[in-house]
């Protein structure tokens, strides 16, 4: 998919980069739509349990899901290539798909944690959730998108210690903007 594109690979040619049959892949994934739709629930699982866990769990740190956020995306380039090609351009092949049953989940997800951040005291409440949810993906994901045109002109590789570095640069640059300040009666206390 990510060397020839969604419309131009077969599922013969999938089969045999995968040393299967095209059977195969029809039995188990129905047909080529099937194996994509697969593969990108395959990818984002890791980042969809830990937003599960984030609701079940008080004082998630939002740190840790910007960092699993940005290293599913990392770890499977092709995502961009499908968002970028498929999915953004109207009419994209994978656009409602994509809406129905990737962001209709993740992005109400996503804003329960920063709500549920906001009851805890922890976020902002003068922000709204929905474009703080906004803002965390986006930070999170163009990056990546342009990594092939920022990578040679800020001279920098997204992998290794570059992208620990881009996480935390993320992390920080969001949670200075969406921590809630210290009430001054905290301040004092800290100070007696």
């Not at 890791?46 to 840790?64: E, G």
């Not at 999915?87 to 990737?102: S, T």
Request: net charge positive; aromatic share 6%.
């Amino acid at each position: 998919f990510l060397k020839h594109g969604y419309q131009k690979v077969t599922a013969r040619q999938i089969a045999t980069a995968a040393g299967t049959t095209p059977a195969m892949i029809h039995y188990y994934f129905g047909n080529k739509m099937g194996l994509f739709r697969a593969m990108l629930h395959e990818a984002v699982q890791p980042f969809t349990r830990l937003l599960s866990a984030a609701k079940a769990t008080p004082s998630m740190d939002i740190s840790s899901i910007i960092d699993a956020h940005i290293r599913t995306i990392a770890a499977n380039p092709w995502i961009v290539s499908l968002l970028v090609h498929e999915v953004l351009p109207e009419g994209g092949k994978f656009r409602a798909a994509f809406v129905r049953e990737i962001a209709s989940r993740l992005f109400p997800m996503l804003v329960g944690v920063v709500e549920q951040g906001r009851r805890e005291g922890r976020l902002r409440t003068d922000l709204d959730a929905r474009l703080v949810a906004l803002s965390i993906v986006s930070l999170n994901v163009f990056p990546l998108v342009v990594r092939s045109i920022a990578a040679p002109v800020l001279g920098f590789k997204l992998e290794g210690a570059e992208l620990d570095r881009l996480i935390a640069h993320t992390s920080s640059l969001l949670l200075n903007g969406i921590t809630a300040e210290p009430t001054k009666t905290t301040h004092s206390r800290a100070r007696t």
